[in-house]
């Protein structure tokens, strides 16, 4: 891998690529930390060294926008409305036949896709942009602790002024990581929330050592075991082997070539956890609405209820069994769900009839949609387990360890390592092309 980026930067047209690329990440590490007009920059500064567990509700959301949520920053929804956009427009392929048609249309149905996927982003961008400012009016149930204010002017234009500075913030996101597609070294998108993620470890690292140097031998020990896991996992597949027969068009013979299909172990990558992780905070943010201004007063039973039972207690008590059970068994629901919709056997057995393929042993059209069914299910459910180990491993790691910011765990790992291994093979790939295109010459 070393080797790979230091011939990139041998490369003249590969290093204008990485620096173009670098200095676009390096802009939209600055957009995090711009506040948004009719923030206090410093009252947000004071309620997040005092804050508490209630702002770990949204601690999804925060971390793909790489901090900048609790920092109500220009940058404050990252990359997190085009991710929920993006699932929407693929689920929706299923649903409506347009979508199911313009996918099968190739290039230009895939540019009319990202189309909609643009749009909905920017829709999905002023409903979260209107909820995220609605809830910092009160901060106290953003940040927890005795937070007071953190907006000087909270009338209607000021407010406005705010979801419209985040909304536009959102769409130049969408700009630059496009710009680092096109111009760049590629995979924009993945690049900027990898960046996002990236930029919490220090300060997590960081105040694992302050605890206990023990512990922070111990976490590193344990990461590196877990990122070459993660490593092995992410790169195993079942190939099965698929042969096309001879056939003979003309004078020409077309046919005759083997191949296989990669069906890789976690075929939902992090979208499972991106789902379960939203659908238990609804409890939380509406049990954050519920509960009362007055620390005096006494909390609804049912906003107890999800406290103990719903709720992430990185606040000294460890979580319940309870939430991680159900957390575990929705990731597995979730993974099942997600594969099914993204992977269709019966089409995929389909096209390979309609050109000649069958797999050796099993016959085309039905049994190989049943044959490949099989494969898929027994696949998915390692994957499914394996995705439920990694996404409980912060929740263990405090519960063990009392390690309440632990950042080799969930979907950051799953996405540094995959984005991590993208990008090498983005940049061989490239460099072999070079290889190529100078040996041609």
């Known amino acids: 891998m070393l080797s790979a980026f230091v011939r990139a930067f041998k490369t003249p047209d590969l290093r204008k690529k990485i620096l173009f690329t670098l200095a676009i990440m390096a802009l939209y590490r600055l957009g995090t930390h711009v506040p948004s007009p009719g923030i206090d920059y410093s009252l947000v500064q004071q309620c997040q060294q005092a804050a508490t567990a209630a702002g770990s509700v949204l601690g999804m959301a925060n971390l793909f926008s790489g901090g900048a949520m609790m ?206 992780s939203s659908i238990l905070m609804l409890p939380q943010l509406a049990a954050n609405f519920s509960r009362p201004t007055d620390p005096s007063q006494p909390a609804p039973d049912w906003v107890t209820f999800v406290d103990r039972y719903l709720s992430m207690g990185f606040s000294g ?14 990731l597995i629901f979730f993974t099942f769900f997600y594969v099914s919709v993204t992977f269709n056997p019966t089409e995929v057995a389909d096209n390979m009839k309609r050109y000649g393929g069958f797999i050796p042993g099993i016959r085309a059209g039905r049994p190989t949609a049943e044959y490949l069914n099989y494969v898929i299910n027994r696949i998915t459910t390692p994957g499914a387990l394996y995705l439920a180990a990694l996404a409980l491993m912060p929740l263990i790691a405090f519960n063990a360890l009392r390690i309440a910011d632990f950042p080799l765990g969930g979907a950051s790992i799953l996405i540094i390592v995959g984005v991590g291994l993208q990008t090498v093979k983005q940049i061989e790939s490239q460099l072999q092309q070079h290889d190529y295109e100078g040996f041609l010459r």
Request: hydrophobic residues 50%; positive net charge.
């Open 71 to 276: 920092q109500l920053s220009v940058f404050a929804l990252g990359i997190m409305p085009y991710i929920t956009a993006a699932i929407i427009v693929q689920l929706l392929t299923v649903v409506i036949p347009r979508f199911e048609a313009l996918k099968k249309e190739g290039q230009a149905g895939q540019t009319k896709m990202t189309q909609y996927t643009r749009y909905l982003t920017i829709g999905l961008a002023v409903l979260q942009a209107s909820t995220l400012v609605t809830i910092a009016r009160d901060p106290a149930r953003l940040f927890g602790g005795a937070c007071a204010t953190v907006m000087p002017d909270d009338s209607v234009p000021a407010l406005l002024l705010m979801v419209l500075t985040m909304t536009a913030g959102t769409g130049l996101i969408m700009w630059l990581g496009e710009l680092i597609t096109e111009k760049g070294i590629g995979n924009g998108m993945s690049l900027l929330i990898f960046v996002s993620i990236a930029a919490s470890f220090p300060a997590a690292f960081g105040a694992i050592y302050q605890q206990s140097a023990t512990t922070f031998v111990m976490v590193m020990i344990l990461g590196l075991a877990i990122v070459a896991a993660v490593v092995y996992v992410e790169q195993c597949q079942r190939r099965i082997p698929v042969q096309y027969a001879k056939r003979m068009i003309g004078r020409r013979q077309y046919g005759g070539t083997s191949t296989y299909i990669p069906l890789k172990l976690n075929m939902a990558n992090v979208i499972p956890i991106i789902f379960a």
């Open 317 to 330: 008590q460890g979580t319940h069994w309870a939430y991680m059970l159900i957390y575990m068994a929705m």
